[in-house]
């Protein structure tokens, strides 16, 4: 598909965000997603309407959290947590960031945190390049190296490096623990700061490193991940929509 046409479905499915019945919560139009990442955000928002019921209802409890502090002036930070900070919350920090951007979300913030330090895994830099993301590594040969991930032309690259999810880049108060993985949501039963948690618990892409099914299981995941944010994002929005006197 050239360039052209993705721009062109990229106008389509924004006219369709905001005026699909939905009322918008910011009143700016942003700015579209790179043209190699719209066919797959098309995708995702037709996927993100057809989760189970279980996951539905846990994403819509999530979101009545969120929305309850965006509803009284209070910014939100959304923490994903799990293990090492190398796969599964590094995809859900990536997409709910893209989730936020595509429904014009204020005052949500998406980092990412494990309860070690250890690095972002290459397979997923990989799956996300295979989306569409703009993904550039400083030092590529540092032991953790920070990734610099593009997903909108006019807005600043997401920096992603592994970190434990109390570290000073992380949100220290306000934020939701977004639980990524059951091992994490064990170990701390405690997430000082946290306004809430939700237990999110996905399957861990690394049973498959090293086999043939390798990309298409970390694609796989970061496909369920995407969204499920968009879902959860999506909910959020309608629950900050103000509703007809």
Not at 46 to 72: M, N, W, Y
Not at 79 to 101: E, K, M, Y
């Amino acid at each position: 598909m050239s360039r052209i046409a993705l721009l062109a479905r990229g106008a389509l499915l924004l006219i369709y965000t905001v005026f699909d019945g939905s009322p918008a919560v910011s009143q700016t139009v942003e700015p579209a997603c790179l043209a190699e990442l719209l066919v797959k955000v098309e995708c995702v928002e037709s996927a993100s309407r057809h989760l189970s019921p279980e996951r539905q209802a846990l994403l819509h409890g999530a979101a009545e959290l969120i929305a309850g502090k965006l509803t009284v002036g209070r910014p939100v930070g959304l923490n994903f947590i799990c293990t090492h900070n190398s796969r599964r919350s590094h995809l859900a920090q990536v997409w709910a960031a893209v989730a936020v951007h595509h429904y014009a979300v204020d005052n949500v913030q998406c980092t990412s945190g494990g309860t070690e330090a250890t690095a972002c895994n290459e397979r997923v830099v990989c799956a996300l390049r295979r989306a569409g993301f703009s993904v550039v590594a400083e030092l590529p040969d540092a032991k953790n190296p920070v990734y610099l991930l593009q997903f909108a032309e006019k807005i600043p690259p997401l920096q992603l490096f592994s970190k434990r999810y109390d570290e000073s880049e992380s949100p220290s108060s306000g934020f939701v623990a977004m639980m990524c993985c059951s091992e994490a949501d064990v170990s701390c039963p405690v997430v000082l700061g946290a306004v809430g948690r939700v237990a999110l618990h996905y399957r861990d892409p690394k049973e498959s490193d090293g086999t043939p099914l390798e990309s298409e299981t970390y694609d796989a995941r970061s496909d369920q991940i995407a969204a499920e944010m968009f879902f959860l994002l999506r909910e959020v929005r309608m629950l900050l929509a103000p509703t007809p006197d």
